[in-house]
């Protein structure tokens, strides 16, 4: 019995060795049929236990089965390991040159910069309150300069300055009411009486959109783009208008930025201010190289350390009272409003030379951006 | 508003340098566009000098060899200066520019030789100091002044100019007296006395042989005053320095005199040559409809009754507040002037100017609703200037008609309304101090102050919030803390549905690759016809502008495809052929109402794309160009995104797009858009005709009307689908979308794969190919389903469509 139990670890043995050494797939299968295939000497054994005697057949067909087993286990185990070995061996010799572009090629385009400018601003001031609402371009004489406290001799209304819609004379008698006269808005302002009236106070709106006026140079187009800020409450101050444009300014320009109040006139706030911004470029001081010698000027800013970026005030007390609902009682009702130059925001932010780029839409231009 | 420095020093004179000055002014209110130098530079190299000998040039006729003491001392000898002025002589005490010197005109003078004899500087004469026309000879200067003295302190050569930018709400800073005091309240500096202060003019109420007649409301004040015996001529070098300083040319003293006065007080004044005032008599009233008379700019102007003017005798001689009649005009051999001051109606006289095309620094004021209070100051100012400087003598006393303003109003300014509106406290003394300086009067009360309004601000500050604002504007507003109010509205900050959909559809086509344009609103009237739009199509009813900037932008866009093809045409020209943009913007029509107003606008989406349909790769080679099916596809895709179901059916209605190959998009049966390629000649019109140009544009607000903002959860957890492709042979006339449409009503994801024409079909038959998938609600579909199915369809086919399933 013992020649046979020796010749089982023999065979393990043997045939462990030979697994272990085995290099190839093709290796390891002749192995496999070698030592367990149908005519090997172990599986042999094992068909063969029947003739042992009985006291034997326990002891040699336990150690035949194990040794198969484990001969098993370890051809799958080195036949996987083999495979593996033999996959990275292929695949080491499958290579693409990773320096050619993906395909198909995929084409990328781009928001209009106006357009990038315009959400960026949209978004912050949803971040802090405000809902976006929209008015029409063509628009009347009445919302544009009178619900906005304009005088009648202001110059802006002057045809020199504002662009007048042709109306179709429907009325025989001639009798021209100016308040029914039409215009291409010359501010988004004109939202801030027609948001009025349709919502009771408090109200926090911005409006974006269009706006023209008879302009056309380097620095001025006949059209651009504004976005108007209004928000009446009973107690809101000047304070909160230049906490607003501070949080705005930082959102835009920077952390780093300030801001600060200029006195001015528009008809429709009282107080009116301008508001500059420290300028990004130079960090507000005005020079670019600060040292022994005499300071660069800053380009941007003129060396003033400050860039204008919109107007705004408290609101008129008239704009308020003139709000026909009635439910803007400027004793009780306050607020600020404020209009800002997307094109200006969008040239200082991203050192665009000339408006006019804006409107030439060259692809070259267009592609820097959004 | 040109304010010389030396003027403003006349009355107020703060301790800051220019540059600190305009700061101050700018963060209290008023803006300083620029600092301007008028005249010469480089002031220690102009002098007084002496002219000690002259004797003719070797060379030159009309040139004179001087030698000229300019105080240099006795270590070095005198200057030798060439002169061209025939008025030169020994003896004569000159005005020297020395080497170093920079005239008016920037340019620095240097030692120079003149037909071989050197010159170390010029003799002056007044034209090349800038101070007059006067090229004719040089300038003698009183024989007491000492050579070498500066030329500066002897005449006014030189001067800082600011110019501000004066708010429409302050005519009385168009004055250099308002400007004062305002420099006099920002900065603390004493103010002097206001020049008006003293009138020595006699005080009557009439002028012999002049008599005046207002007839018009729309003079609240007019003011007349009469003198003899003047003498008309040019006006003292200090007087044209001033005028030519703050931008006006001189004329004549007359002339010069009511220029002064409006500079210094704000108010504009007219002087009449009394001789030529028909009757004595003036009157103001409205002009006659049609009525013409010839202004100072000797152009004839018609006028009508909205327009206030002033006649004599014989007609008009003036456009009230706006300019002078020529036949009235002080002349050299005036002697006896009239000069009149008035107020007159702020509005009108803007539409007056308007409605003439005619702008003067007198109507520029007017316009603004000046005080009648300021006629009397400026009368006082030109009356002492008259005697002064025209030898004149007052004939009578003043005619006044209207007199002074309403009587001074008084707000109360309450100190817890300054806290509340400002977000910080300002001290009631200060609010005291600040309104005073401006010129307020005030007096305390209980709860803050009361502030009588001068008359110079009546029409500016009428309210609380105006005194607060002045309060505000002086005290500054570094202090004010930096706050965010609460958001009471109840609602988060937030975009619309509609808003948030639009920036998808505009996201989805720049995920494609295309490049948003921003065109321009404005358009040719010319587009409607390069569009091939016939007379009566819709388009043509467009938004016509009463004064455009050009004929070239004088109508609204009806659509966005001209600003698209512009655009495209810009690049093109410049070899970037391929072309792949959109537009997200506004388009605009007449309204159908005609008694409605406003236009009939709505935001539109469209697209364009020319040229290769996606960059070319390395692997697969060039796309193949953009068509028809390029512009439909982004369509399909912008729908997808938003979730919108659109249909197409072939259109008739757009002349600019080729008849064979273009849609109208429909969504629920109603028309929101178009896709199509461009028409050929229409191409060609734009330069654009190397391929086709395919384009789309809907009105996104009826794209997306009732779009649910929040979709809901539809069953995925359903039995498998048996996934067939058909194959359906239907006549040429049936639109693929009818196929797709009845297939959908037995299958799902019905797509279209293949469509197929040729002899394997039969002439005048077509095969499209679908991908679809039949599937149950409640169970696995069997083979004998599938067949039953298929069997009802093809039934379908042959009877709605004249169709069979392909073999």
């Known amino acids: 019995m013992s020649t046979t139990l020796d010749r089982i670890a023999t065979l393990h043995a043997e045939a462990t060795g030979a697994i272990d050494a085995a290099g190839t797939v093709a290796a390891l299968e002749e192995l496999r049929v070698g030592y367990l295939g149908r005519k090997a000497e172990l599986p042999n054994l094992l068909r063969s236990v029947a003739q042992l005697p009985p006291e034997e057949r326990g002891a040699v067909g336990k150690a035949a089965n194990q040794a198969r087993q484990a001969l098993d286990v370890l051809i799958e185990s080195r036949g996987t390991a083999l495979a593996a070995a033999e996959l990275d061996a292929r695949l080491a010799v499958d290579t693409v040159d990773v320096t050619l572009p993906g395909v198909p090629a995929q084409p990328v385009g781009r928001l209009h910069l106006l357009t990038a400018t315009r959400r960026a601003i949209e978004d912050v001031f949803c971040g802090l309150g405000f809902t976006v609402v929209e008015g029409p371009e063509v628009e009347l004489v009445h919302y544009n300069f009178d619900a906005l406290n304009h005088d009648p001799a202001h110059p802006a209304r002057g045809r020199s300055d504002t662009f007048y819609v042709r109306r179709p004379r429907t009325d025989s008698v001639g009798a021209h009411d100016p308040a029914n006269e039409v215009v291409l808005r010359t501010h988004t302002s004109p939202m801030q009486p027609r948001a009025m009236a349709a919502q009771a106070p408090p109200i926090a709106i911005i409006v974006p959109g269009r706006v023209y006026r008879r302009d056309s140079d380097a620095t001025h187009t006949p059209q651009f783009h504004q976005v108007e800020g209004l928000a009446v409450d009973e107690d809101i101050t000047l304070a909160d208008l230049k906490g607003t444009l501070l949080a705005f300014a930082r959102a835009i320009f920077g952390d780093e930025r300030d801001v600060r109040l200029r006195p001015h006139f528009f008809p429709f706030t009282e107080p009116s201010v301008e508001v500059d911004v420290s300028c990004f470029q130079c960090a507000g001081t005005g020079a670019l190289k600060p040292g022994p010698t005499r300071p660069a000027r800053c380009n941007l800013c003129k060396g003033t350390g400050w860039l204008e970026i919109l107007g705004s005030g408290m609101v008129d007390p008239n704009v308020l009272g003139m709000v026909p609902t009635g439910e803007y009682d400027p004793e009780r009702w306050q607020g600020y409003a404020f209009g800002m130059g997307v094109e200006r925001i969008a040239m200082l932010r991203h050192s665009v030379p000339d408006l006019r780029l804006f409107y030439d839409n060259d692809l070259r231009f267009l592609a820097q951006f959004g | ?807």
């Not at chain 2, 009754?305 to 005009?329: K, N, Y």
């Not at chain 2, 009361?450 to 504007?473: Q, S, Y």
């Not at chain 2, 659509?559 to 943009?581: E, K, P, Q, W, Y």
């Not at chain 2, 429909?666 to 028309?671: C, D, K, T, V, Y």
């Open chain 2, 1 to 807: 508003m040109r304010l010389p420095l030396s003027w403003l020093h006349d009355h107020v004179v703060p301790d800051l340098d220019v540059r600190a000055l305009a700061t101050r002014l700018a963060m209290t209110g008023t803006e300083v566009d620029r600092i301007d130098r008028y005249g010469v530079d480089g002031l220690e190299h102009f002098v007084v000098g002496k002219v000690l000998t002259c004797g003719a040039h070797p060379d030159a006729d009309r040139l004179r060899v001087c030698t000229v003491d300019v105080g240099d001392g006795d270590r070095e000898a005198a200057q030798q200066i060439v002169c061209g002025a025939p008025n030169v002589a020994a003896g004569q005490t000159v005005a020297v520019a020395r080497p170093g010197a920079i005239m008016p005109d920037g340019s620095k003078l240097k030692a120079a030789k003149l037909r071989g004899q050197t010159s170390a500087g010029m003799i002056l004469a007044e034209a090349e100091l800038g101070l007059g026309d006067d090229h004719a000879g040089i300038m003698v200067l009183d024989s007491a002044l000492a050579a070498g003295t500066p030329l500066a302190e002897v005449l006014p050569i030189s001067d800082t100019v600011l110019e501000l930018e004066v708010t429409p709400n302050r005519p009385d800073c168009l004055g250099v007296y308002g400007v004062a005091r305002e420099v006099h309240a920002a900065t603390g500096a004493p103010l002097g006395p206001a020049p008006w202060a003293q009138d020595d003019h006699p005080a009557f109420d009439a002028i012999p042989g002049v008599t005046i007649t207002v007839q018009t409301e729309l003079c609240p004040r007019f003011t007349a005053r009469a003198f003899e015996h003047v003498t008309v001529g040019p006006s003292p070098a200090w007087l044209r320095a001033r005028l030519l300083a703050a931008g006006l040319r001189p004329i004549n003293n007359v002339v010069d005199i009511t220029n002064y006065a409006m500079w210094l007080t704000g108010q504009p004044l007219h002087a009449f040559d009394l001789d030529r005032v028909a009757g004595g008599t003036l009157t103001v009233r409205a002009a006659g409809e049609g009525e013409t008379m010839t202004t100072l700019d000797a152009a004839e102007r018609t006028l009508d009754p909205d327009v206030v003017l002033i006649a004599d005798a014989d007609g008009p001689t003036s456009i009230a507040g706006v300019m002078g009649g020529q036949r009235s005009e002080v002349h050299a051999g005036t002697t006896r002037v009239l000069m009149e001051v008035a107020t007159w109606d702020g509005p009108n006289i803007n539409r007056t100017m308007a409605k003439l095309g005619l702008r003067s620094e007198a109507g520029a004021r007017f316009e603004k609703s000046l005080a009648p209070e300021q006629a009397m100051e400026a009368q006082a100012v030109a009356s002492r200037l008259m005697r002064e400087l025209t030898g004149a003598e007052p004939v009578g006393g003043t005619i006044d008609l209207g007199g002074p303003g309403p009587r001074a109003q008084t707000i109360r300014l309450r100190d817890s309304r300054v806290v509340s509106l400002l977000g910080a406290p300002v001290k009631r003394a200060t609010s005291h101090e600040i309104l005073t300086a401006l010129g307020f009067t005030v007096a305390e009360a209980d709860d803050g102050l009361d502030v009588a309004v001068p008359a110079f601000r009546r029409h500016d500050v009428t309210r609380e919030a105006d005194l607060i604002e002045e309060v505000a504007r002086i005290n500054g507003f570094e202090s004010l803390p930096s706050t965010v109010p609460r958001n009471r509205t109840g609602f988060p900050g937030r975009l619309t549905g509609a808003q948030r959909l639009r920036r998808r559809a505009e996201d989805v086509l720049v995920g494609r690759g295309l490049h948003e344009v921003a065109g321009w609103s404005f358009t040719e009237p010319a587009l409607l016809d390069r569009l091939r739009l016939p007379e009566d199509h819709p388009l043509r009813a467009v938004v016509e502008l009463e004064n455009p900037m050009s004929e070239a932008q004088s109508i609204l866009r009806p659509t966005i495809v001209g600003s698209l093809l512009d655009v495209a045409a810009h690049n093109a020209a410049r070899g970037m052929g391929d072309v792949a943009i959109f537009e997200s913007g506004c388009v605009y029509r007449r309204h159908a109402d005609p008694a409605e107003p406003l236009a009939d606008e709505h935001h539109a989406l469209a697209a364009l794309v020319t040229g290769a349909r996606a960059p070319a790769s390395w692997r697969d080679g060039a796309s193949g160009p953009a068509d028809f099916f390029a512009a439909k596809g982004l369509l399909e895709a912008v729908a997808a995104a938003l979730r919108v179901e659109l249909t197409y059916a072939p259109a008739a209605e757009w002349p600019f797009l080729h008849p064979g190959r273009s849609a109208e998009v429909l969504r629920a049966g109603a028309r929101v858009g178009f896709v199509g390629e461009v028409h050929p000649l229409v191409t060609a019109d734009w330069d654009l005709d190397a391929h086709a140009v395919g384009v789309f544009a809907v009105d996104l607000g009826r794209l997306v009307a009732g779009v649910p903002g929040v979709a809901a959860y539809r069953d995925v957890t359903s039995y498998p689908a048996v996934r067939q492709d058909l194959a359906i042979v239907v006549p040429d006339t049936v639109p693929a979308a009818e196929v797709v449409a009845l297939v959908a009503r037995s299958a799902e994801d019905v797509r279209v794969f293949d469509v197929y024409t040729g002899a394997q079909v039969g002439e005048g038959r077509k095969s499209i190919a679908l991908h679809c998938a039949f599937r149950a609600k409640d169970r696995t579909l069997g083979e004998e389903d599938v067949t039953r199915l298929r069997d009802k369809l093809v039934k379908r086919i042959a009877s709605e469509l004249g169709g069979e399933l392909r073999a």
